[in-house]
Nanobody, 116 residues
């Protein structure tokens, strides 16, 4: 069984930055293929960013140029650096495998609120 623990969220003003972390533990060998998702109130969960085993990354158009996904395989930790945050980035952020990969149980997520 794999546990995913997201952290690093908080309240930030528009234009600010946050760095999210996702720590994976349990029966997991690597975090080569992972993604960040978010779910805003009243909306479906959406994929924000992905990183694959070769190092390639993909981003949703809404965050491209502002967010950066990275990982530390030795620490089994996934990161999401979020810059130039906007109110529409407000959501609960989760990590998990990308679509079409076997998914893990979802963690509790970490709340990001962008507001002045």
């Amino acid at each position: 069984q794999v546990q995913l623990l997201e952290s690093g969220g908080g309240l930030v003003q528009p234009g600010g930055s946050l760095r999210l972390s996702c720590s994976a533990s349990g029966n997991i060998f690597s975090i080569n293929n992972m993604g960040w998702y978010r779910q805003a109130p009243g909306k479906q969960r959406e994929l924000v960013a992905t990183i694959f085993s070769g190092g390639s990354t993909n981003y949703a158009d809404s965050v491209k140029g502002r967010f950066t996904i990275s990982r530390d395989n030795a620490k089994k930790t996934l990161y999401l650096q979020m810059n130039r945050l906007k109110p529409e980035d407000t959501a609960v952020y989760y990590c998990n495998t990308p679509p079409h990969f076997l998914s893990y149980d979802w963690g509790q997520g970490t709340q990001v609120t962008v507001s002045s």
